[in-house]
């Protein structure tokens, strides 16, 4: 249950707010500490929070209990006239900027960070505030696992406002004596401090054998003792925490951002889905990654299977994803080509290998990488049989620079020698302009000769008359290399590469690869994402104009879908399966959602929806 005091104080609370010359607003609460100023770099884990900006402009704190994460008051983000909680989950309504580590806010230390995401409590005063990037050099504090007790004594901590100063600039420190503890709230009486505005969120500290731990967090105060206060009940509320620390870990592990790629990764016949997904940061500021596969059952696939997941060590955006079987055991598997920084010679890059074990994959092996010289973020890769021996190897198209004729483009080739890669070859790259950073690329078999070749989509701007034009060249395999590319389709109407996600796949059934393409058609006055999928179909030496072989009738969202291809019911036509963001979970969770858009030889059935929920 939740305290009376509790309710009556939330409502006094509502009333205070820091603003920016520090002037009283009637809209989001937030409380302080009286007590003692903190000695320099004590309690750095502590954040102050600045919500909004102009005469709205609000103070709470908060908690660092992660590399990228903040524990702090959902009240402090709620709107005028809302409920303290929930919030809704997503970036802040107003900029909010976190500052962690600096007990002098007049001093230059700690971090500043804007907060980018808020994962709020649907039970109690609380919130997960994300920072947009991870701080890893403030450790975080840690989190009690038993409730405050009567007659405990917690130490509270915040910016806010003290008996003498309206908005101070240093962290202050007072203890509470704990009075009693209900299901998600600990009441909490003064015992040599005072909780005022600007420190909603803030830490109340078990402090025991030289170990701190945040044991809950301010909610709401009466204020007795405050600048400004005339105040004499010296009663407020804090929110517990140590029954949801299995809530915390999670939003902590939230997946974020993924990457998507197909292949029959467990040698049925039937091609599958895997997606690459970011976990963000660990409490000890590594990254973390994870794998999960949607193995289709011939009419759907089945919930996705996690197959990989590392607690530190793999950043996920310094990876590019793709797949192909690698190894020629008749199993895709997946490789990931990776950032891995620099070194005296130059930028360095790896491929990391997971291979495919029937049920599940290994953990990745570093299967190729560089001293230096190769550099990731003058890369885009793509993979495919390129010299017809059974084994797919990876292709990077590079970024060259520029020369006297203009962009310079090339192609590495990497060939698989079924336990690791070769050194790459550069097995084509332009004499006149060739613009890497207008180029989709893209693999498949597109004239039937048993090696895949390569194939770019181009934008080629704009016309005299405003028209986009965009371009398909195929750059063919001779077995050993690339033949120079040849322009083997250009639109003649307008064709937005910008609105373009590419992908390949034998559609039509004839043993020749085709491309496909998502295409952004924009968004109705009412709101209505519009999106399309157009295929281009190989005649063994050119490709055929584009045919819309489907356009959403209700909303689709072109970026929210990640297209891929592959045979998902084994009928020998390739299908097209689109892993789609479909919204966020009442607790901040990522929701997807898994299309298929199976072919039918002459066009492509509208989707399907396989499967849709968080991966866990």
């Known amino acids: 249950m939740h305290f009376r005091l509790s309710r009556r104080l939330r409502a006094v609370a509502v009333l205070t707010a820091v603003g920016t010359a520090g002037a009283l607003t009637l809209t989001t609460p937030a409380q302080a500490i009286v007590g003692d100023a903190v000695a320099a770099n004590a309690y750095s884990f502590t954040a102050k929070l600045d919500i909004g900006q102009g005469d709205s402009k609000r103070a709470c704190t908060g908690s660092l209990v992660d590399a990228q994460w903040i524990l702090t008051a959902s009240s402090c983000f709620a709107a005028a006239g809302q409920p303290a909680y929930p919030v809704p989950a997503g970036a802040p309504a107003e900029k909010t900027v976190a500052t962690i580590g600096r007990t002098d806010l007049a001093g230059t230390g700690g971090r500043v960070v804007e907060i980018s995401e808020l994962v709020s409590r649907t039970d109690r005063d609380l919130v997960m505030a994300k920072l947009a990037q991870p701080v890893t050099d403030i450790a975080p504090v840690l989190l009690a696992d038993s409730a405050p007790v009567a007659g405990e004594t917690l130490r509270a901590v915040g910016y ?83 029954d949801i620390t299995t809530w915390v870990e999670q939003v902590r592990a939230l997946p974020g951002e993924s990457q998507v790629a197909s292949g029959d990764f467990n040698g049925d016949g039937r091609e ?58 008749g199993k895709d598997d997946i490789a990931v080509f990776y950032d891995s920084g620099s070194s005296d010679t130059g930028q360095v890059s790896s491929i990391y290998t997971f291979t495919s074990t029937g049920s599940g994959f290994s953990a990745p092996k570093q299967t190729w990488t560089t ?145 496909a393409v998502l295409y952004n058609r924009g968004t109705t006055e009412a709101g209505v994402h519009q999106s399309a999928l157009f295929t281009f179909t190989s005649n063994g ?74 991966v866990v």
Do not use: M
């Open 160 to 242: 806010g406002r003290t008996a003498t100063s309206w908005v101070p600039d240093r962290l202050h420190a007072g203890n509470f004596s704990v009075s009693a503890t209900g299901t998600t709230t600990v009441a909490v009486a003064r015992d040599g401090g005072s909780i005022c505005r600007g420190d909603a969120g803030g830490p109340a500290l078990r402090e025991r054998d030289g170990k701190v731990e945040l044991a809950a967090v301010h909610s709401a105060s009466w204020g007795a003792g405050c600048f400004g206060s005339d105040e004499t009940r010296p009663g407020a509320v804090e929110t517990r925490l140590d």
């Open 272 to 329: 599958d889905v895997a997606a690459f997904y970011d976990n963000g940061t660990s409490a000890e500021g590594k990254n973390r990654a994870s794998l999960f596969a949607f193995y289709s059952n011939g009419t759907g696939f089945a919930a996705p299977k996690k197959v990989w997941s590392t607690p530190g060590g793999f950043t996920w955006s310094k990876s590019q994803l793709t797949s192909g079987d690698f190894d020629g055991d």
């Open 371 to 515: 001293p230096g010289g190769f550099t990731w973020s003058k890369s885009k890769v793509t993979s495919g049989d390129y010299n017809g021996d059974g084994k797919d190897d990876i292709a990077v198209f590079y970024d060259g620079g520029s020369s006297d004729a203009g962009r310079v483009s090339s192609l590495y080739t990497f060939t698989s020698t079924g336990t690791g890669f070769a050194n790459p070859r550069k097995t084509w790259t332009s004499t006149g302009s060739f613009t890497w950073s207008a180029g989709q690329v893209t693999s498949g078999d597109y004239n039937k000769d048993g090696k895949d070749d390569v194939a770019v989509l181009y934008n080629g701007g704009k016309s005299a008359d405003g028209k986009f034009i965009s371009s398909l060249y195929t750059f063919n395999s001779n077995g050993t290399a690339f033949d120079n590319p040849r322009k083997t389709w250009t639109s003649t109407g307008s064709f937005n590469w910008n609105a373009s996600k590419l992908t390949s796949g034998d559609y039509s059934g004839d043993g020749r690869d085709d491309v």
């Open 541 to 614: 030496t050119d490709f055929a104009a584009p045919r819309e072989v489907w356009t959403s009738t209700g909303s689709f969202s072109w970026a929210a879908g990640q297209p891929v291809s592959g045979d998902f019911d084994k009928d020998g036509k390739s299908d097209v399966g689109v892993l789609y963001r479909t919204g966020t979970s009442p607790d901040g969770r990522r929701i997807d959602s898994l299309f298929s858009f199976i072919s039918t030889g002459t066009g492509i059935k509208a989707p399907v929806k396989h499967w849709t929920g968080s």
